[in-house]
């Protein structure tokens, strides 16, 4: 039973994403019988490096991917170099779920019109300090060089790689480290990047690549923040995938393939500055330097945090604001009135979607999380080493999802599967189980194997062992990776829309079509009620081990 | 091992699309007492665009009416972008599924229909046996058999109409530019009050084509097939018109708006003072949503704008075809297309001919209009959308000459 | 041949086609064999294999019998052989009680008086209910100790089980460990580089020299 898990999981994935590739590569070179192609050639491809601008969109990308996660890698370990106990910090541990609860384009979206010339930032300081009676003329949202765009996904993937870092910093036993290196004479700050921070970073490894796949490929972020002349390259795929000429449809593959190509070059990138950075880190580390830097620690640690904490609070702020707000002109600070209208007119069309999406995430998570608690248990049980079939994993993440999505449709309409409620939540397992392999599979391979081995010595069998001590000793790193496929699940859209034939609408399918109609006030509701399920979870993945672990001291303080 | 069946089974799939059994129930399309008598308790997929409420609720209306009338069951696909439901369509057509699409009815624009029936994805045809497609007066109005210049053909039934107008708040702006040269004029003496959506967005290109029809040389150029004209001759002015526009735009033309939503919210937030929408009723929708303050006014240039026809199409292998058909019919009936023009409701321009109704039927099209509605005779001043070919030969030139700089 | 004795035969245990480890040996019961060395030396290993656990990476020849059972063919919860390790490792999520009646098999009645006279013998009256976090080092070693017991084990390997115990302490809990185990009459094995250690359990002592020589 339990051996059959990781061939599942590899089935589920790899069945879905060989045929997403082969309907990626097929019209790349030119083949897609549907539109009488038949002959293999390399026009398609020709014609896409002739496209304006490319060169500089890959860039743009490539940039993204790379600057995203070392700059939010960053922060959050300088963050955590200088975290204590304040209520400061417990207010933002507090916080970090619930942000990561909102979906990238609404947070997008939220930010976008807290930055911008017309924004919340600039209603707040006009026209009593700027002297604007109308909006400046300024190039912010959208800028030529994608810096909007970073600070929207450094500011949105700081509390992801901040949630993997707590899940994962119990393990590390931080305070005898940090205890140890200052009583050697060495700076709180630095004791902690020293001697915490190299055993943490390879225990985020894994989410830190889906970090650089997610800011090279981002589609939602960069049209509502991103450079547009040219966009970034996901941008221009999404484009031409969209384009009514179908004709369009070969050099979208042909795109896809680049983005693939180009996401992929990320991480190769990554993985050679982490050999640079190996080399001068031990360097560093054994130089027995102790002081120097600290400020320079406490300074980034606690600005850098700060700031995006203020950024995605504002960004918040404004989606509440616009979602009550009545008629609101520049450069009044405060809407002229606050209006539930909004809310009412969204609230008939609320019923089926949030049941579909209750029930969709539901299933999608709970079966993801058997999978992966069955392979992780697999694993376990017969001492095998993690499988270079780990990679698979990230495929789904990495291949542009509607060029993916269309051979999938093709796939499963070729099988005659009605499409409906179980494809939507096949299609959603395909998201979900990365990421909760991602975030389950590093606590589950380092819980001590000693709490195994004595239970076996007091003559619990396998099965009593899983149950009754390793389940329930994880119990708050799998409600954590519940909640994260949960959120994963609820945020997903053109899965839902295509699978389902739009016949299965969710909280995000009619979030996303109303945004198409570009009202400020109904894009806030939606996305606020789209924030809202995934915060719920993040809330029972938090409360329902500090409740079990009331009277369960070490408990509590591992989480 | 499996790994290699599921290939095999794929590879046979792809080169084998159309092997499937054609087995289309015989209904007579022709026959309306047939068609109707099909379509009872039938479920019709309609995929349209969902970006707005108003636009939802009146589809929801529809779908009570035609549930009252014929026993239909419809369902308002909301789509954010159209390209989803011809995804679709296309990835059921590869999968060899000739009978049993998911989609049932779509509300399509000129150039996905253009590329949808060449592909051969369209069921048809079947518009012109619908009862109510008398009351469109074809003969008085041919605008309704072209799209983009595209002989509809009876593949798809028309709905709504679309026309380019431009909005102003007039408690900024006293005269707003009538004419595209005036356009120029206006915004060096107002720079960054003025912008459009970046082509290929499709009221960008939209933008490109009214341009380029009021300062071409022969404008009867861009009504053929773009390999049969000039285009360096025929785009020339369009061009160096841009490049002199461009440095008085929002952020001097170094970012444009993504889409006629974005362009409306720069609106809104008061960043220019000057836009336009391809649905006339634009401006208005938004005074009453609180987007836009109520001083805004729209209007039609001088010289005329782009119109064009909102269309419905059934896609070849919608299992509904007969309901789909129903309502259609229902759309162009007098009941649907006065509550599609009231500005309580839809607020858009009816399709149909009034000159085809009785007295009674035409007293449901006595609105009061509203301020910001063009007037009636503006939107007589109607310019026919090019060959829909010149399309994506205007985008492409555009971003050659301003994408990457 | 005892029954009751844990017999190892012929034991070998190789890393990369090199011996690491060779032992025959009877141990009666009562009885504590003592296995000193080196780290390195494959103390740990030894335990490893007894208590069936060995890493893939080793080979290993030779029998266990105990009870006219054959162990080494089989999975270490159905061995009945019971481990205290270094650390009391009592399982955080269970309250004291809790982590008893893990251990108590699932044959045994009366379990809460069972767990309540335990406790009583070990001192701790009442404790039941606890939280083992708030138990002191040697509460918490006595726990163990007893939850040890109380799985009804037939032999015990002790893994260094008083080296983080402080002096005044690491006597105290030895002699109960021995007495508890003599009391039962568990055959047993200590590893340990302790002298003390070994003279106190007062049986044949072992001593495997380093890997690397």
């Not at chain 1, 969209?242 to 990138?269: E, N, V």
């Not at chain 1, 329930?472 to 799998?478: D, E, G, I, V, Y």
């Not at chain 2, 028309?158 to 007039?170: E, G, K, Q, T």
């Amino acid at each position: 039973m339990l051996r059959a898990a990781p061939v599942l999981i590899i089935l589920l994935l790899i069945g879905p994403i060989m045929v997403g590739l082969l309907m990626v590569l097929l019209p790349a070179f030119g083949y897609l019988p549907a539109l009488n192609a038949t002959e293999f050639t390399l026009t398609h491809w020709q014609e896409l490096f002739a496209v304006p601008g490319l060169v500089r969109s890959l860039g743009i990308s490539l940039v993204a991917g790379l600057l995203t996660p070392i700059l939010a890698l960053s922060l959050v370990f300088l963050y955590l170099a200088t975290a204590s106990e304040s209520w400061l910090d417990r207010w933002i541990r507090r916080l970090v779920s619930p942000l990561l609860a909102v979906p990238h384009a609404a947070a997008a979206f939220g930010l976008a019109f807290l930055i911008a010339p017309s924004g919340l930032l600039s209603r707040l300081f006009s026209p009593w300090m700027t002297g604007w009676q109308r909006p400046p003329d300024l190039l912010i949202i959208n800028d030529t060089y994608g810096i909007s765009l970073m600070l929207g996904l450094v500011v949105k993937e700081i509390p992801f790689l901040l949630l993997m870092a707590l899940a994962a910093l119990p393990q590390l036993d931080v305070q005898r480290r940090v205890a140890m290196a200052r009583s050697l004479g060495y700076r709180p700050g630095l004791a902690w990047m020293k001697t915490v921070a190299p055993a943490l970073y390879p225990l985020l490894r894994l989410p830190v690549f889906a970090v650089i796949v997610f800011a090279s490929s981002t589609v939602d972020v960069a049209i509502i923040l991103g450079p547009s002349l040219p966009g970034t390259l996901s941008v221009m795929v999404l484009g031409w995938f969209s384009d009514p000429d179908l004709a369009h449809r070969f050099l979208a593959a042909a795109g896809a393939l680049l983005q693939l190509g180009l996401s992929l070059t990320a991480i190769l990138i990554w993985m050679l500055l982490e050999a640079v950075a190996r080399r001068y880190n031990t360097h560093w580390l054994e130089s027995g330097q102790r002081h120097h830097g600290e400020k320079m620690i406490w300074l980034l640690g606690r600005g850098g945090v700060s700031l995006a904490t203020i950024l995605t609070a504002g960004s918040l702020l404004s989606l509440l604001m616009n979602a009550f707000a009545g008629f609101w002109r520049f450069p009044a600070s405060f809407p002229d009135s606050l209006v539930l209208r909004h809310w009412l007119s969204a609230l008939p069309s609320l019923g089926q979607p949030l049941l579909n999406t209750v029930i969709i995430s539901l299933v999608a998570t709970v079966l993801a999380l058997a999978l992966v608690l069955a392979a992780l248990e697999n694993e376990h049980r017969h001492h095998l080493k993690t499988r270079s079939s780990i990679w698979f994993l990230y495929l789904p993440l990495l291949v542009p999802q509607l060029a993916f999505l269309f051979g999938l449709v093709v796939f499963t309409e070729s099988l005659q599967w009605q499409p409906g409620l179980p494809l939507v939540i096949f299609a959603h397992l395909i998201f979900v189980l990365p990421y909760v392999f991602l975030t389950l599979s590093e606590a589950y391979r380092r819980l001590d194997p000693r709490w195994s081995q004595l239970a076996a010595t007091l003559g619990a069998s396998p099965n009593r062992s899983f149950w009754r001590i390793r389940l329930p000793m994880l119990l708050s790193a799998w409600l954590t990776a519940a909640a994260i496929g949960a959120a994963i699940s609820i945020s997903q859209f053109l899965p839902t829309q295509l699978l389902g034939a739009g016949r299965v609408p969710t909280i995000t399918t009619e979030a996303v079509a109303l945004a198409s109609g570009g009202n400020r006030n109904i894009i806030s509701v939606w996305a606020m009620v789209q924030a809202l399920l995934p915060m719920l979870g993040f809330m029972l993945a938090l409360s329902v081990p500090r409740f079990l672990w009331r009277n369960r001291q070490t408990m509590r303080y591992l989480h | 091992m499996l790994r290699l069946t599921t290939f095999t089974l794929l590879l046979l799939l792809l080169t084998n699309p159309l092997s499937a059994q054609e087995q289309q129930t015989r209904t007579d399309f022709t026959s309306w007492p047939q068609v109707l008598n099909e379509a009872r308790s039938q479920t019709v997929y309609f995929n349209a665009w969902g970006g707005e409420q108003r636009n939802n609720d009146f589809l929801a209306w529809v779908a009570a009416r035609v549930e009252a009338l014929y026993s239909i069951d419809l369902q308002h696909v909301k789509l954010g972008d159209t390209a989803e439901a011809v995804s679709r369509v296309l990835a059921e057509k590869q999968a060899g599924n000739t009978d049993n699409g998911a989609i049932d009815l779509i509300w399509l624009n000129g150039e996905n229909f253009a590329s949808m029936k060449e592909n051969g994805l369209l069921f048809g045809p079947w518009a012109e046996q619908l009862p109510n497609h008398a009351l469109l007066d074809a003969e008085n109005h041919p605008e309704v058999r072209y799209d983009f210049t595209v002989p509809v053909e009876g593949m798809e039934s028309p709905w709504l109409r679309a026309h380019l107008v431009f909005y102003y708040d007039s408690e900024l702006v006293s005269a707003p530019p009538l004419s595209i040269p005036a356009l120029l004029d206006w915004t060096s003496r107002h720079p960054g009050e003025f912008t459009y959506p970046r082509p290929p967005n499709f009221l960008g290109t939209t933008f490109l084509k009214q341009a380029a029809l009021e300062l071409a040389t022969t404008p009867a150029a861009l009504y053929q097939p773009v390999t049969e004209a000039d285009f360096e001759q025929v785009t020339a002015p369009l061009w160096e018109f841009l490049d002199r526009l461009h440095p008085h735009l929002l952020r001097s033309g170094r970012s444009f708006p993504a889409s006629g939503a974005e362009l409306r919210r720069y609106m809104s937030d008061g960043e220019i003072a000057l836009a336009f929408s391809f649905n006339p009723a634009e401006a208005m929708l938004a005074i009453k949503n609180g987007e836009l303050p109520p001083s805004v006014r729209s209007y039609v240039l001088s010289g005329g704008t782009l119109a064009n026809v909102s269309f419905l199409a059934i896609p070849f292998n919608a299992r509904s075809k007969a309901a789909a058909m129903a309502v259609a019919n229902f759309l162009l009936s007098p009941e649907a297309q006065a509550r599609a023009q009231d500005p309580d409701f839809l607020g858009s321009t009816a399709v149909i001919a009034l000159s085809q109704l009785n007295p009674a039927q035409r007293q449901l099209f006595n609105f009061q209009r509203h301020p910001a509605l063009p007037a009636a005779e503006e939107l007589q001043r109607q310019l026919q959308e090019p060959h829909p070919s010149w399309m994506p030969a205007l985008e492409q030139a555009w971003l050659q000459r301003y994408s990457g700089r | 041949m005892n029954p009751l004795a844990l017999h190892l035969k012929q034991i070998r245990i190789d890393l990369h086609d090199e011996q690491l480890i060779a032992l025959d040996a009877v141990i009666e019961p009562g009885e504590i064999l003592t296995v000193m060395g080196p780290s390195g030396s494959g103390k740990s290993t030894l335990l490893a294999y007894l208590a069936g656990f060995l890493a893939p990476v080793f080979k290993a020849s030779g029998e266990i019998i105990l009870h006219e059972r054959r162990l080494d063919k089989l999975p270490a919860e159905q061995r009945r052989i019971g481990l205290l390790f270094q650390d009391p490792l009592l399982f955080p999520h269970l309250s004291v009680g809790g982590n008893l009646r893990f251990a108590l098999p699932p044959t045994v009645s009366n379990r809460k008086t069972v767990i309540a006279s335990g406790l009583a013998t070990m001192g701790l009256d009442g404790y039941a209910e606890r939280d083992p976090a708030t138990l002191s080092g040697g509460q918490r070693a006595r726990v163990a100790l007893l939850r040890l017991l109380l799985s009804k084990p037939e032999a015990v390997l002790l893994d260094e089980p008083f080296s983080k115990l402080d002096a005044h302490l690491r006597k105290e809990i030895r002699q109960q460990v021995f007495t508890s185990l003599q009391q039962a009459g568990l055959p047993g094995v200590l590893v340990t580089h302790d002298a003390e250690d070994a003279a106190a359990a007062g049986g044949r002592i072992i001593t495997l020299s380093s890997a690397d020589d």
